[in-house]
C-alpha cells in the first residue's frame, strides 16, 4: 500500500518560516524521485520543486531563493523548506513521487500523490 501523508502545514504569518514534510511508504522510496507541488484557491496545480534520488534538486522558478527540498532516504521523508513566507505563497502543498529516480517537474509525471496539507500565509 502506496502512502503519502504531509504534514507541516498550518496558519503561519508572513515573513516567517515553515517546513513541510513527506513521510512515505509502500514503494522504494530510495530510487524514486520526489516532488513538491502546490494549488491555490481557482489556480491549477503548480510545480515547486523536485529531488532525485541522489538529493539533486530542481526548482520552479516562482521558488527559486524562497525554498529548499531536502530528502532523507534512510527515514523515507522528504521536506520542503519555505522561508521567509509570502502572503501568495498560500495554497495546499501536496507531495508526489514520481515514475523516474531524477527530476520531474510535471504533474503528469508523477505517479503517487499524498492528500496534501493546508499552508495559509497571513497579511
Known amino acids: 500500500q502506496v502512502r503519502l501523508v504531509e504534514s507541516g502545514g498550518g496558519l503561519v504569518q508572513a515573513g516567517g518560516s515553515l517546513t513541510l514534510t513527506c513521510a512515505a511508504s509502500?514503494?522504494?522510496?530510495?530510487?524514486?524521485?520526489m516532488g513538491w507541488f502546490r494549488q491555490a484557491p481557482g489556480k491549477e496545480r503548480e510545480f515547486v520543486a523536485s529531488i532525485a534520488w541522489s538529493g539533486s534538486s530542481s526548482y520552479a522558478d516562482s521558488a527559486t531563493g524562497r525554498f529548499s527540498i531536502t530528502r532523507d532516504n534512510d527515514k523515507n521523508t522528504m521536506s520542503l523548506l519555505i522561508s521567509p513566507l509570502k502572503p501568495e505563497d498560500t495554497a495546499v502543498y501536496y507531495c508526489?513521487?514520481?515514475?523516474?529516480?531524477?527530476?520531474?517537474?510535471?504533474?503528469?509525471?508523477?505517479?503517487?500523490w499524498g492528500q496534501g496539507t493546508q499552508v495559509t500565509v497571513s497579511l
Open positions: 509502500g514503494f522504494t522510496f530510495k530510487s524514486t524521485g
Open positions: 508526489a513521487a514520481s515514475d523516474s529516480s531524477w527530476f520531474r517537474t510535471q504533474v503528469s509525471q508523477y505517479r503517487y
